[in-house]
């Protein structure tokens, strides 16, 4: 069965220090990876995609994210966090096929940045 | 320009009742995507419109749940004989037909709550 995984509930940071948010995926093919951000009592926001080339894709508000292909990972990542990145991350995968639209999502991360 | 707006941000209702849910996409996206989201959960795909045309409803649940998007533009989904399973925030999402990998942009989500 095609999944996404987050395998933490919850990742701790201290401000400015760099954080990590894990991704892992098993799908079939060459699918195409999201980052979404929800803060509380909001939409999901869109921070980055990867469709092909680069592994490292830069998107929204400093974030940046690693695409492993042997590993299947999409580890989301920023080099120096702040409080206002305190959130809850979701990572979502879409297959490359034909007229596929779905997006697969994990469980999310929620992150806490301490001041 | 506005985002996708969904109404109502709330509904309550009694198991066995009917509701209908609005979702306005951003002008000019040909693409609607509806998905639910549970406590704890990520989102999970219900269906996905190409225009007026239901392209992929393989995530609705069962005959219960409809969805119709008459003109191309605003989505309705309807829900018949609510059960409290049902209740979760139920989510919108529009993206731009032409884009190599569509970027889905979601709105607030409605809260369902079914007593």
């Known amino acids: 069965a095609q999944s996404v995984a987050q395998p933490e509930d919850q990742v701790n940071v201290a401000e400015g220090n760099p954080l990590t948010v894990k991704c892992t995926y098993s799908v079939s093919g060459n699918p195409y990876l999201f980052w979404y951000v929800q803060y509380p009592n909001r939409g999901l926001q869109f921070l980055l995609k990867y469709i092909t080339g680069d592994n490292l894709v830069k998107g929204s508000y400093g974030f940046e994210a690693e695409f492993n292909k042997s590993q299947t990972s999409f580890h989301l990542k920023k080099p120096s966090a702040l409080v206002s990145d305190s959130a809850l991350y979701f990572c979502?995968?879409?297959?490359?096929?034909?007229?596929?639209?779905?997006?697969?999502w994990g469980l999310g991360t929620s992150l806490a940045v301490n001041p | 320009g506005a985002g996708v707006s969904q109404t109502p941000s709330n509904k309550v209702t009694e198991k066995g009742k009917y509701v209908e849910l609005r979702c306005d996409p951003i002008?000019?996206?040909?693409?609607l995507y509806w998905y639910r989201q549970s406590l704890g959960q990520g989102p999970e795909f219900l269906i996905y419109f190409q225009g007026t045309g239901a392209a992929d409803d393989s995530g609705l649940p069962n005959d219960r749940f409809f969805a119709v998007r008459p003109e191309g533009s605003v989505s309705t989904l309807k829900i018949q004989r609510t059960e409290r399973g049902d209740s979760a925030v139920y989510l919108c999402a529009s993206s731009l037909t032409g884009d190599r990998v569509e970027t889905q942009y979601f709105g607030p989500g409605t809260r369902l709550l079914v007593l």
């Open positions: 002008s000019g996206h040909t693409a």
């Open positions: 979502a995968v879409r297959l490359n096929a034909g007229n596929n639209r779905k997006l697969i």
